[in-house]
């Protein structure tokens, strides 16, 4: 089931599209504005992102720059038709624009295509968890405003172990081969000390990641996704 996140401040689009797409088989979040759309995204998993243009407050073009870091499909809307207004949103990383007012018929059809595009695109380099982006080819971890995390190289091996295996508790014999490889003498403390310092990362936007599991080691609490 993809998870759609509908960004507008009139409630009776978002009801409308709302009710349309979940008719279809897709879990809706619903937005009123790019404050609630950034709490949604540091939440949940999203699949794709409905914003609107014009909104109080941040605009959707602004956010549109920041959400285009995470390589989270965007389709825009907007009342504002002109070739130039379209360009600018395409430019600014949305994958599609569409004019209001359009049916809920017609963006139910975009957002199927764009999830089937994101589909054939995927590559299982990139996965995402609780509104975080890591780039395992690139060693980039982006948080869920699209800005980019600075990891150690053992902070990101760590990381790596944990996403790859989500939801299961990880021993410190575990972790430290794989942050140092099977031929490391170092002592247990070392993962601790890695473990604490990519936690108080994680932390920074008041989430609990990883979870200490006593005499057992950690888990990595977040589903994880392939982006």
Same mark, same amino acid.
């Given at each position: 089931m993809a998870h759609i996140l509908i960004v507008d401040d009139d409630a009776g689009i978002r009801t409308l599209l709302g009710g349309s797409l979940s008719a279809k088989g897709y879990a809706v979040h619903l937005a009123a504005d790019t404050v609630e759309m950034d709490r949604i995204l540091a939440t949940d998993t999203i699949d794709l992102v409905i914003l609107d243009v014009m909104m109080p407050g941040e605009s959707g073009l602004s956010a549109c720059r920041r959400l285009a870091r995470t390589c989270l499909p965007i389709i825009m809307l907007s009342a504002r038709a002109e070739e130039a207004d379209r360009i600018h949103g395409l430019e600014l990383g949305a994958g599609r624009y *569409?004019?209001?007012?359009?049916?809920p018929r017609e963006i139910a059809v975009h957002v199927q295509a764009a999830l089937r595009d994101r589909g054939h695109g995927r590559t299982?380099?990139?996965?995402?968890?609780?509104?975080?982006?890591?780039? *395992?080819?690139s060693h980039e971890l982006l948080d869920p405003d699209g800005v980019l995390v600075d990891l150690t190289e053992g902070e990101f091996k760590v990381l790596r172990a944990f996403v790859e295996r989500p939801r299961r508790v990880l021993s410190r014999d575990s972790l430290l081969e794989q942050a140092r490889g099977p031929d490391s003498d170092a002592f247990d403390r070392a993962i601790d000390v890695q473990v604490s310092r990519l936690r108080r990362k994680l932390r920074a936007r008041g989430d609990e990641m990883i979870r200490t599991v006593r005499n057992e080691g950690y888990m990595f609490v977040p589903d994880v996704i392939r982006a």
């Open positions: *569409l004019s209001k007012p359009c049916s299982s380099d990139a996965l995402r968890f609780a509104g975080w982006w890591i780039d *395992l080819a």
